[in-house]
């Protein structure tokens, strides 16, 4: 079954630091590809996307992220945090078949921002 | 405005009773899901339903159950037959099954 890893569950970082967020999916085919984030009492709400081009794709708020495709891998980061930042972030990806589709979502990784 | 809402944000149910989570969006979106958000679990496809009249079982469907009689509702009834139903609920929605989804503020659901 496919399956989505965040690595990172909790991270700490003080205002300025640069962010990486990992995350990796284990399917070889066609994805859409998801960062979501649900700053405190907020709803869920999309950071950014890629679903096809350049893979370097960029967000809200400053954030990007990085589509390798050998790697699996769609990682996120911002080149320097917010203490306005610190909330759950949640990749996401989307495997399109012919059957339908499935939208499957990482664990989490909740980021606290230290002033 | 567009949006989804659910209703209500706090609910309190007694163990063996049923309760049923609310779920409307105005956004015109054909599919509409139901996620079970617990603590370093991420998000879990309880339902979906592409089209009116139509829903699929996802990945933790057992103890619940919903319906889709008119486009911008989706319910959800959490059964007695859920061994663990205390947990925050999230309904999302979508043009189709490809783009991104929108997401609701959520139920968390205790069952005491």
């Known amino acids: 079954a496919q399956s989505v890893s965040q690595h990172n569950h909790h991270v700490i970082l003080s205002e300025a630091a640069s962010l990486e967020l990992g995350c990796n999916y284990s399917y070889g085919g066609t994805v859409n590809l998801f960062w979501y984030v649900q700053y405190p009492g907020q709803h869920l709400q999309l950071l950014l996307k890629?679903?096809?081009?350049?893979?370097l794709v960029k967000g809200i708020k400053g954030f990007e992220a990085e589509f390798i495709k050998s790697k699996f891998s769609f990682n996120l980061r911002k080149p320097s945090v917010q203490w306005s930042d610190t909330a759950e972030y949640f990749c996401?990806?989307?495997?399109?078949?012919?059957?339908?589709?499935?939208?499957?979502f990482g664990t989490g990784t909740q980021l606290k921002v230290e002033l | 405005d567009g949006g989804i809402t659910q209703s209500p944000k706090y609910l309190f149910r007694k163990e063996g009773q049923n309760v049923t989570l609310s779920c409307e969006q105005n956004?015109?979106?054909?599919?509409m899901y139901w996620y079970r958000q617990d603590p370093g679990q991420g998000l879990r496809l309880i339902y979906y339903s592409q089209i009116v009249n139509d829903f699929q079982k996802g990945d933790i469907a057992e103890g619940y159950s919903v319906s889709r009689e008119k486009k911008e509702s989706f319910p959800l009834t959490v059964t007695s037959a859920q061994k663990n139903p205390t947990a925050f609920y999230l309904c999302?929605?979508?043009?189709?099954?490809?783009?991104?989804?929108?997401f609701g503020p959520g139920t968390r659901l205790t069952v005491l």
């Open positions: 956004l015109n979106h054909d599919a």
């Open positions: 999302a929605s979508s043009p189709d099954r490809i783009n991104e989804q929108f």
């Open positions: 996401a990806v989307n495997i399109l078949t012919g059957g339908g589709n499935k939208l499957t």
């Open positions: 890629y679903f096809s081009g350049d893979p």
